[in-house]
């Protein structure tokens, strides 16, 4: 971070970075220390939280924002060791959230019926240490798979010391993701689920094969929807399936300004982006 507040995202083995600030070594430095540019100007160097990397992060479509990911993550009351499916993957935002919330005891798995998305998504969920580098997405199809592996073992063989680095970083991570391409209206093949978490374009259409793979003891399921028709018949689908506690929630955020003139809530905002509904499965 600049002494202007503005934020960098770099890999650990950069060793100068410059900007309209002047240029600053980052070698022997740690994170946590604060460094003088050449020309003087304060940087002070952080560790990334998950949010920093999440906003940085490259994505194929629209992500979750952290006001939604919010409400499923504690209106669902997720915990650590569950096991959570989710669909569709998209750029793996909230995957990550998911993933950290059930760490190293719980998994995650992931549906993504796009092949070129799950792809990027794979590259997001490495950089964060929850798959590891060049691990399988189950159903990508072999061709696609072969001349992947192909570019990762001529990089990794071109250079030994990021052999070593990516055994150490595997040291670090939750390594609790998996990746599968499906269409999950087809079917959900795990049972036993704890939480199902549905951001896709008709949920509807998964709430039975939830029903079927939930555990019935403590089963949840959490449904992100833009539109309110498609709010609608998500909840009717859920009730015709017995569903218990069905609620719909919408979450505004407004930032407030505080400065020496007074206080007010901030002039613009998030409008809208979507409906959360979070139901529990009926025990039979
Ligand atoms: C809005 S995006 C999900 C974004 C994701 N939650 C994130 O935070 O990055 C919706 C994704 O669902 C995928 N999708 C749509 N229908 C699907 C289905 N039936 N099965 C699996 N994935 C599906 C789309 O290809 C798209 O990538």
Redesign the pocket.
Known sequence: MDEREKKYLLKKEVNTFGNDLGVINLEDVKEGSVIESHNGHRFYLLEPTLYDIVKKMK??????LPKDIGIILTYCGIEDGETVV??????????IYLANAVGKNGKVIT????PE?AKL?RKNLESVGLIKKGQKIIGLDEEDECIENKENEENRENNKENIEKNLKEEENGLYNVIQKI????EGVEEKNIDLIVL????PW??VEHAKNSLNRAKGRIAI?VPYMEQAKKSVEALKKHGFLEVQTVESLVRNIEITEKGVRPSTRMIGHTGYIICARVRPE
């Open positions: 994505r194929s479509v629209t992500t979750l989710e669909a569709g993957t998209g750029s793996g935002a909230l995957t549906y993504e019926k796009r998305f998504a499906g269409d999950i209206t951001d896709m374009p008709d259409n998964v992100y």
